[in-house]
Nanobody, 123 residues
Framework: VQLQASGGGLVQAGGFLRLSCTNS????????MGWFRQAPGKEREFVAG????????TYADSVKGRFTISRDNAKNMVFLQMNSLRPEDTAVYYC?????????????????WGQGTLVTVSS
């Protein structure tokens, strides 16, 4: 089972990108979903999470107010709208499926991961 993340690219500081995540083989409407990121030489870190019906979201302090996570269960997709991008947002972004209906910040709580999409923010 593999999630497909897309939408990354090169953008100037202050710009925006919208990441998408889908899985054509498995429906994850009963699971919380999360976005993580990993910058070169750093640990993979939590970015945002959304509960199974989208009623609850959580964000890392570093992206709060700039990023928005959403989902469309009818299309089996999860999105990450990233506004006011900063050079420090540069990383490979991964989507992941939570083991439960909620989305937590811990990597260990996620069972399926996408291949990642690269986001590069130039100054």
């Amino acid at each position: 089972v593999q999630l497909q993340a897309s939408g990354g690219g090169l953008v100037q500081a202050g710009g925006f990108l919208r990441l998408s995540c889908t899985n054509s083989r498995r429906v994850f409407s009963n699971n919380g979903m999360g976005w993580f990121r990993q910058a070169p030489g750093k640990e993979r870190e939590f970015v945002a999470g959304i509960s199974w019906r989208g009623g609850s979201t959580t964000y890392a302090d570093s992206v709060k107010g700039r990023f928005t996570i959403s989902r469309d269960n009818a299309k089996n997709m999860v999105f990450l709208q990233m506004n006011s991008l900063r050079p420090e947002d540069t990383a490979v972004y991964y989507c992941a499926t939570s083991r439960t209906i909620i989305a937590t910040v811990a990597r260990a709580d996620y069972s399926y991961w996408g291949q990642g999409t690269l986001v590069t923010v130039s100054s």
